[in-house]
């Protein structure tokens, strides 16, 4: 079984400054993790995901992730929030076995106050 | 790029009425899946294909069917439909390896009355 959660109902954060959205995961096999983002009345989009190779992974919009296997985490993060960036934002994990379907988190939803 | 196509976007269902959600993509991709989004709830897998003719259960497929009879088109089946069904769905694709990224439709918010 594979599972996602997001520990954060809301972030909120001031413009200008940095933004962490945390992320923990278990599977069973090795993990591939995803973000996706979801405006209103949108689909999901995705933003970044790590596969294998370096820890850290550079996305869409500036946003990076950080992959760390001794604490199974995949926290996104951004050097500098714009208001723009408001939105629901999804962790998801498959893995390397079985049916390769994505698992979501709960997700998180990011205000960006001006 | 038309990308994934979901329709209808809203729909309003009696109790007990069954539809039909179509979803069709157009980027020769082999994986298809159909999620529903609750509030607060994230994503939960339908049914899912990795292919043409091959279908499969995911965590909530009471209530709805599948079929994939080509690579393009993925509908989705709700036989009577009950309150519990009110909610987003979503289609999505991705390419052969699964491990790629999925690619999302618009959403079908459907409410049953």
């Known amino acids: 079984a594979q599972s996602v959660a997001q520990p954060e109902d809301q972030v909120n954060v001031a413009e200008g400054n940095p933004l962490t959205v945390k992320c923990t995961y278990s599977?069973?096999?090795?993990?591939?993790l995803f973000w996706y983002v979801q405006y209103p009345n949108r689909g999901l989009q995705f933003l970044l995901k790590y596969i294998t190779g370096d820890n850290l992974v550079k996305g869409s919009y500036g946003f990076e992730a950080e992959f760390n296997k001794s604490q199974t985490s995949f926290h996104l993060k951004k050097p500098s929030a714009l208001v723009s960036d408001s939105a629901l934002y999804f962790c998801a994990v498959t893995q390397d076995t079985g049916r390769r379907a994505l698992t979501f988190g709960s997700g998180t939803r990011l205000q960006v106050q001006p | 790029n038309a990308g994934v196509t979901q329709t209808p976007k809203f729909r309003i269902l009696k109790i007990g009425q069954s539809m039909t959600l179509q979803c069709t993509q157009d980027?020769?991709?082999?994986?298809m899946y159909w999620y529903r989004q609750d509030p607060g709830m994230g994503l939960k897998l339908i049914y899912y294909?990795?292919?043409?003719?091959?279908?499969d259960k995911g965590e909530v497929p009471n209530g709805y069917n599948v079929s994939r009879s080509t690579t393009e088109d993925f509908p989705l089946r709700l036989e009577l439909a009950a309150p519990s069904q009110t909610s987003v769905y979503f289609c999505?694709?991705?390419?052969?390896?699964?491990?790629?990224?999925?690619?999302f439709g618009q959403g079908t918010r459907l409410t049953v009355v």
């Open positions: 999505a694709s991705s390419s052969g390896t699964g491990l790629a990224e999925a690619f």
């Open positions: 294909s990795v292919g043409a003719g091959i279908t």
């Open positions: 980027m020769n991709h082999n994986y």
């Open positions: 599977v069973s096999g090795n993990p591939y």
